[in-house]
């Protein structure tokens, strides 16, 4: 098997630090460490969140214009979502206008790739500090759509706490981002349909959302998801990982923290860390994507955990399994769109492949396309055209294709 790539956003959600076999004096009780505040106090909750229903648009802000987006106006919309536990959270979602903008013209909520636990690692922050991960990826891809005239929605969908690995809370969040955006005034979005796209961690967050919608958000006029590369398992996954030194432990560390803070009370990893993988923690509390993997590089959780009984947690995967859509029992009740590489060495297929049947055998209208690519990047790039293409059929109407 090959080594995990660094996209794999929860590829290693309980990983290594739940499978450690170190022995030694354990720390102190660590309670989890959640990120700084964001300075910008356009994100913090308002008083009287719980009284608002989910999607309800809490402020709209105008932001500066983006260069590489020299078409589109930008906004910043704030509203009211769920956390795991079914709490209510301030969260945020970036909406990009198009300057020929027509009544009722499509909005695709995009969910972007997000590897971090700091909150200025989210889209709305890194659009601004011009993150490369973004930039290369999803700027021309996003460019092409706002020239369609396509409204485009890039909701934070890691939420307040940036619970890395928490996947159900992302789809959540993509929902109430898509309510929020066709309610929110100026944005002029109220009579639009709505689709989905992610690919990896963003289409994770983009497939939970379509499985989640019939039940907690049945208003919403949806056409079509299309989610790639999407690890429909992550219980299977952490049961495959091992605990050797690994350039990018960081990741997989990052997301068993991530999860920690959306199940403090079912997930008490932080309990189990020795000095030094505290150290690490305190080390990622706050980083993006190169500052996880540098701090975790060619560590393993051998040397970070002390000896515990968390393999043997009925908890600690029961929470793997309420994020993993091969168990979840929900269906789209819109058509989809998947695509993946069979040889992907941490995804596993059989997981895809069980999610799929069950969908057509629920009648959802399931268009599979397998790309032979042995990099798991490459082929979002090699499947996002066709994507494109079968979300824009989607928007004109056009029946839906099937390879069920």
């Not at 399994?321 to 269906?331: A, I, P």
Request: charged residues 15%; contains cysteine.
């Amino acid at each position: 098997m090959k080594p995990p790539r660094r996209r794999h956003v929860v590829v290693a959600v309980l990983s290594a630090l739940l499978l450690s076999t170190a022995t030694g004096p354990g720390p102190a009780a660590a309670a989890p460490i959640y990120p700084a505040p964001d300075p910008d106090a356009f994100y913090a909750a308002p008083p009287g969140l719980a009284a608002a229903e989910p999607g309800a648009v809490l402020d709209v802000r105008a932001q500066p214009p983006l260069p590489y987006f020299p078409t589109a106006t930008v906004s910043l919309v704030k509203f009211r979502s769920t956390d795991s536990k079914g709490r209510p959270i301030a969260a945020t979602t970036t909406v990009l206008t198009p300057a020929n903008q027509q009544p009722g013209a499509p909005l695709l909520s995009y969910q972007h790739i997000i590897n971090g636990l700091g909150t200025r690692c989210a889209v709305s922050h890194a659009l601004y500090d011009y993150d490369p991960n973004l930039l290369y990826r999803a700027v021309p891809l996003l460019n092409a759509m706002l020239l369609r005239g396509w409204s485009v929605a890039l909701p934070d969908h890691l939420g307040p706490n940036a619970a890395y690995g928490a996947a159900r809370l992302g789809g959540q969040i993509t929902l109430d981002g898509i309510r929020a955006a066709q309610r929110a005034p100026g944005l002029g979005l109220a009579g639009s349909p709505a689709a989905m796209l992610g690919y990896s961690g963003g289409g994770m967050a983009t497939a939970w959302a379509a499985a989640l919608a019939p039940a907690y958000a049945p208003e919403l006029r949806l056409v079509g998801a299309a989610a790639g590369g999407v690890p429909m398992n992550i219980a299977t996954m952490a049961h495959a990982l091992g605990l050797a030194p690994h350039p990018m432990f960081g990741l997989a560390m990052a997301a068993a923290l991530g999860l920690e803070r959306e199940y403090p009370d079912r997930l008490p990893l932080s309990e189990q860390m020795n000095p030094a993988g505290l150290e690490v923690r305190a080390a990622m509390a706050n980083g993006c994507t190169i500052e996880l993997i540098a701090s975790g590089a060619m560590r393993s959780a051998a040397e970070l955990a002390t000896s515990t009984s968390l393999i043997d947690d009925p908890r600690v995967w029961a929470i793997a399994e309420e994020n993993s859509l091969e168990l979840f029992d929900g269906v789209p009740s819109v058509p989809i769109f998947e695509w993946h590489t069979p040889i992907d060495p941490l995804i596993p297929v059989d997981a895809v492949e069980n999610t799929l049947r069950r969908y057509c055998g629920a009648g959802v209208r399931v268009e599979s396309q397998l790309y032979p690519s042995p990099d798991h990047l490459a082929t979002a790039v090699m499947g996002f055209p066709a994507a494109v293409a079968w979300l824009d059929a989607r928007f004109r109407g056009e029946p839906a294709p099937s390879t069920c």
